[in-house]
């Protein structure tokens, strides 16, 4: 029966020189709050604070990095539980899901999603033996058992997670009634929202004329019209500022941009809403609103990200059977330099607006995003992110960007995540590998040592603060 | 004289811990049989198993690797023995050929044709001196020497080599000849071949009328109409299954695919064949190929390899005067994800087919390989190929791709070579930087110890074997 | 008060054996001379030997390094005394200048910016304290009094430097004046040009159409019409050779080669002149212009350097307040096989010619640069630049590079700086950084370390030498 160990050095290099400084490093952060600016948690679970229903529930069926991994290599999505769009049967056991998992477990090798599920295994469920075939009932039992004790429920993980603040992501329709019931609850936790309009800004989306339809109903704006339209955004932006958003986020195809005539603004906005657009068209409307949104956020103050380049529902026989977020969606190729252009061309020397900046194509770390970051006072760059997140992609971005960029254009980590035990771990891994690389600079007299301590406590904590406003 | 050493910790890291678990990996993987399912070694060796012509001849003239290094520095190809077009006159003189590299070995320093040769020049003739032109003659008897012992027959070199099954491939035009000479001889070396359609499937390709037109003479089938040509696809496939062939193999300019109506198809053979069709007309024929052959794959289990994005023959006056091959062949920017997905809207979700995927651009590891194969379940990943077949290349595929598709999602080595003596060389460097890799992986507490010598053997053998059906 | 040192060990890797041999090869290479073959010195530095002004005139206000990272946190361009283009007010108090910077000197932690810094302070003056708000008076103080001292007049800090030679970069309409008083001065520093032909072969070249008359006047030939226009080229091409030039060296937005007839090169010409090209027509001319540039190294041996990539201007404010230079230049993605193909379908296989290339897209180092520069003999790849001259780009430049071109066809390192304290600081990183490579190839035993000590001399100097005939 392997065990199952986080060992204290995990993550950090091997060089004893290194590992040592590295060491004490992270134990100067380690302790530090949990600061997760950007995230895809479920208002709901600390709103109801009712206790998570099983562990293939909690830890399998919600999060795409697994199934998508055991889908590649035959596994059929129905076997993990996974709700078909039809509505017809699929796996309901989740002994059956979490043993099937277990059972593929060793694919996991090398991955984050490896770290993430031991770390949790081992933190939050206090586990010591290693998940395989064998072991798989054992743990699940003892996870199941866990699940039902007052420690395990929702606002308590939190609490024992050590997390300062979480911002969570609606669509600008969302009633925000999951934000409202946690305020009212009384509890401390503080838990807030951020704007994301895709759903309303994107012709593209499922539904949108519908959806512009009922933004204009929730604002009492005319959303047939551009201005009205606009006003609309400024609107749900102050209500959502007024539950606690102190951001935006912008899930485009691209980073396309455009900063067009208000003539031709309307002009885009009645074809999007007769769904007439081209698809040039629609890409020019999505352009066009990181632009007014980037305007917006001079006046209110929110920080803005926009996180482009994925190719999303890239199949379609998943996408027509499950739906959405089901592990099929692959990156692209994404420029910069000239998609963000026109908005940096009216808003890139304001002082009062700061846009993080995502990607999903790591080859613009050195080439575009640093340079750009290195020059323009609104940009900042965001962490690795989705396939990134993980430690050689973490040590990726610092190699590559750092030296054009500095640290001081960076902002920290954010975790993104629906997968609510996946939090402290990630965090986990984003601190330690920190810590690496700032102990190589170090031990390589590239910075000094009590620099390396200073910048330790920025990245784990700090920027992140200072770059989200929280 | 500088001696010639293989040094046992070779291309492993320097830090004590890491470099002694990659020694133990290493050893527990080092005396597995040579699976070799991907290459272009001649079969007439093994059916012929007449001894090699001379050290140049075997180890400096065919090697693609060797004279472009040498071209670029300005020495003539005619001056290394590669035969010209015209049949113009080239040197003759082996001595000489070997003299003149030798002479110029100082500038393979650094690159992966400097540590095949020495394996080869050490492991395979025992030479303890360093290749210069000091020792050039010396080396070069005592290899002509051996060249002539029964020890040094191909037969005798591929047993010594360890190897399982070698794969070579042929077009479908070549009538397998020194397969089945192989096979009838008796001898117990397993040579099969690879489906290998480029010079029928690609309207490009030199002679390709004339290659439909013998294609259909050779299947018996009407080749100039749409179903014909399929027709005769499918049964040189079953002829090549029937002599071996596990696989097939598609090296295209890019990795468009189509799906078309059959008339679109039918239209596009006539113009092919006509020779009129525009280069656009081209890529869709050859596109509309790769995903007819993952039909056909479906029906005949041929696992399928996708070879795309070189630019062929850039070297115009190379080209003219040497024909193909000639080391002017340069990588592409390649898109996977656009490119792929009419095969894989027909056919990504299928059980029953295997697609290996092949670079040239190492920025699509993570940006398009690892998260495609980390999805569909038709898709692995084969390892870095021809300029990246090298330690640098080999470690950067394993960061790149490891954490998004893990370790199951790739097939193992494939040496892909010409060069019959750089085999157990290949397979030795990738076998090292493998274990390196999942040295550094486990000292870093990533994976445990155990998983880390289950991977070893994995890539080093069984996953080859697996994924081409060996 | 921290102190300022340059530990004897910086930029090697922390492995004992692997610095041991790291220092080892340093040693025997620090003391070699500086051979600085492309940049952007000022000769007139060197023809007045007058001192230079201030502290902060001298290592802030011309770097556009440091003034892009502190406008990237939104301090103003004004505050640093950059001048704007409308004459208004700027800061004029080089204390301030300073203080400002030296606040924000932890924007630099990890930036090659601030390696450059501190060895200009440790080694140029002396300073033994980190600068920070605390000691910035004291080091302006001290650095402000060594610079009226000889020992810190531009001829006494070249030779301090140990500068062998170095290269400046001028416009063909130069006169050179500078470049001959340091001549006719009878001091022994070798200064010499390159010819950097933008302003005339860039039809969207500020003033193309002037620069153009001007050339034919200085030239007295007529420069309207395309034979006269390229004799004016070999016209200048003579000159600058005459006062020391060995090279030419081309900033051009893209790789784009073109090889057109000569009617069409005229049409081509007349329509820059009258202003009226389309960007197509401008983008052919400079690329035709490649062309030309490289039929005449064939004639006058100058070694031609390639430069392209770079989004110049980015930022249309900062351009119209501040002009060119100011930090907003962006890399872009860079083709090089099909952009080159036309001029080296006509001159690539020259024995007589050599074309050293460069690039802000590292993505085309493994892909496109070291294939092409590892088969065709008149391409060579010139070191990382700009943004990439830098530890961690310097390592991956070898990485990439190094296995498919080897080392031999690099050409050393270049400074390409217009800051003069900073010239040996990034030959020390250079060389620091390709002794740190070298040492892992030869512990990891990829090399053996003869072959290490050997290449360590060409990298830090023969190779420089060589290709660019020094």
């Known amino acids: 029966m392997p065990a199952l160990t986080?060992?204290?050095?995990?993550?950090?290099?091997?060089?004893?020189?290194?590992?040592?400084?590295?060491?004490?490093?992270?134990?100067?952060?380690?302790?530090?709050?949990?600061?997760?600016?950007?995230?895809?948690?479920?208002?709901?679970?600390?709103?109801?604070?009712?206790?998570?229903?099983?562990?293939?529930?909690?830890?399998?069926?919600?999060?795409?990095?697994?199934?998508?991994?055991?889908?590649?290599?035959?596994?059929?999505?129905?076997?993990?539980?996974?709700?078909?769009?039809?509505?017809?049967?699929?796996?309901?056991?989740p002994r059956r899901i979490w043993r099937l998992f277990a059972d593929h477990y060793a694919l996991f090798r090398g991955t984050p999603t490896r770290m993430w599920f031991d770390h949790a295994l081992h933190e939050v469920f206090g586990i010591r033996e290693r998940l395989d075939c064998e072991s798989a009932e054992r743990i699940y039992e003892a996870c199941a058992q866990a699940l039902k004790e007052?420690?395990?429920?929702?606002?308590?993980?939190?609490?024992?997670?050590?997390?300062?603040?979480?911002?969570?992501?609606?669509?600008?329709?969302?009633?925000?009634?999951?934000?409202?019931?946690?305020?009212?609850?009384?509890?401390?936790?503080?838990?807030?929202?951020?704007?994301?309009?895709?759903?309303?800004?994107?012709?593209?989306?499922?539904?949108?004329?519908?959806?512009?339809?009922?933004?204009?109903?929730?604002?009492?704006?005319?959303?047939?019209?551009?201005?009205?339209?606009?006003?609309?955004?400024?609107?749900?932006r102050a209500y959502f500022k007024s539950m606690g958003a102190t951001s935006?986020?912008?899930?485009?195809?691209?980073?396309?941009t455009c900063d067009l005539r208000e003539s031709e603004c309307h002009r885009l906005l009645e074809r999007a809403l007769a769904g007439t657009a081209t698809r040039e068209e629609a890409e020019q409307f999505r352009g066009q609103m990181l632009t007014e949104m980037a305007g917006m956020s001079i006046d209110d103050g929110l920080v803005m990200q926009i996180h482009p380049g994925s190719h999303r529902n890239h199949n379609p026989r998943v996408f027509r059977d499950f739906g959405r977020d089901k592990g099929a969606d692959i990156p692209m190729p994404t420029d910069y330099v000239s998609a963000l252009?026109?908005?940096?061309?009216?808003y890139g020397n304001e002082r009062k607006l700061s846009i993080i900046l995502f990607t999903l194509d790591e080859t613009v770390y050195s080439r575009e995003l640093a340079p750009l970051a290195g020059h323009y006072p609104v940009?900042?760059?965001?962490?690795?992110?989705?396939?990134?997140?993980?430690?050689?992609?973490?040590?990726?971005f610092r190699e590559h960007a750092t030296e054009t960029a500095g640290f001081y254009n960076t902002?920290?980590?954010?975790?993104?995540?629906?997968?609510?035990?996946?939090?402290?771990?990630?965090?986990?891994?984003?601190?330690?590998?920190?810590?690496?690389?700032?102990?190589?600079?170090?031990?390589?007299?590239?910075?000094?040592?009590?620099?390396?301590?200073?910048?330790?406590?920025?990245?784990?904590?700090?920027?992140?603060?200072?770059?989200?406003?929280?």
Chains 1, 2, 3 share one sequence.
């Open 150 to 236: 007052p420690a395990f429920l929702p606002r308590a993980l939190f609490e024992r997670f050590n997390i300062e603040v979480i911002a969570t992501t609606e669509s600008p329709l969302d009633p925000l009634v999951q934000h409202r019931r946690i305020r009212e609850s009384g509890w401390g936790g503080r838990v807030i929202t951020a704007y994301r309009p895709d759903p309303v800004v994107d012709p593209e989306f499922d539904g949108f004329a519908r959806n512009v339809t009922q933004f204009g109903e929730l604002t009492g704006e005319d959303t047939t019209r551009w201005r009205g339209y606009l006003a609309a955004h400024r609107n749900r």
């Open 6 to 93: 986080l060992h204290p050095d995990r993550l950090f290099p091997a060089d004893p020189a290194t590992r040592d400084l590295a060491r004490r490093l992270h134990a100067s952060v380690r302790s530090l709050p949990i600061v997760s600016p950007h995230g895809h948690a479920d208002p709901q679970w600390f709103a109801d604070n009712a206790p998570f229903p099983d562990p293939a529930a909690l830890l399998i069926t919600p999060d795409h990095y697994v199934f998508r991994m055991l889908y590649s290599q035959g596994i059929a999505l129905e076997s993990l539980g996974i709700a078909r769009i039809d509505g017809s049967d699929v796996e309901r056991d």
């Open 248 to 256: 935006t986020d912008h899930g485009h195809p691209t980073a396309r």
């Open 341 to 346: 252009k026109p908005l940096l061309d009216r």
């Open 411 to 470: 902002v920290g980590f954010n975790d993104d995540t629906r997968a609510f035990l996946s939090i402290p771990a990630r965090h986990d891994v984003a601190r330690r590998i920190d810590c690496r690389f700032l102990a190589t600079l170090a031990v390589e007299h590239r910075i000094d040592e009590d620099e390396a301590f200073d910048l330790a406590g920025n990245l784990a904590y700090h920027f992140a603060k200072a770059a989200y406003k929280l």
């Open 379 to 396: 940009l900042r760059l965001g962490p690795p992110w989705w396939f990134h997140d993980s430690p050689e992609g973490m040590l990726r």
